[in-house]
């Protein structure tokens, strides 16, 4: 079992930016798989960014240029700096790690963003 808890939410002006970070209960392997989510407010749940085992990091259309994902290997933390955020970047953010070998995935119980006009 992992734990994961999220922290660095709160509310900021639009073209502001947040930090948010995401601690494990243990140390994140090299070969995990690493991510964040979103959830808005009557919208399903979308994959804002994820970071594989090799250090390769996809994004969702909305968020490229703006966010950056990066972990720490070795260590508990994987982090996701939001630059230039915008109203509808409003929601719920989650971590998720997805276990090397077992593909288990682990969440947390994820940190209210709030972005005004």
């Known amino acids: 079992q992992v734990h994961l808890v999220e922290s660095g939410g709160g509310s900021v002006q639009a073209g502001g930016s947040l930090r948010l970070s995401c601690a494990a209960s243990?140390?994140?392997?090299?070969?995990?798989?690493m991510a964040w989510h979103r959830q808005a407010p009557g919208k399903q749940r979308e994959l804002v960014a994820i970071i594989f085992s090799g250090g390769s990091t996809n994004y969702a259309d909305s968020v490229k240029g703006r966010f950056t994902i990066s972990r720490d290997n070795g260590k508990n933390t994987v982090d996701l700096q939001m630059n230039s955020l915008k109203p509808e970047d409003t929601a719920v953010y989650c971590c998720?790690?997805?276990?090397?070998?077992?593909?288990?995935?682990?969440w947390g119980q994820g940190t209210q963003v709030t972005v005004s006009s």
């Open positions: 243990r140390i994140i392997f090299s070969n995990d798989t």
């Open positions: 998720r790690l997805i276990e090397a070998g077992t593909y288990r995935s682990y």
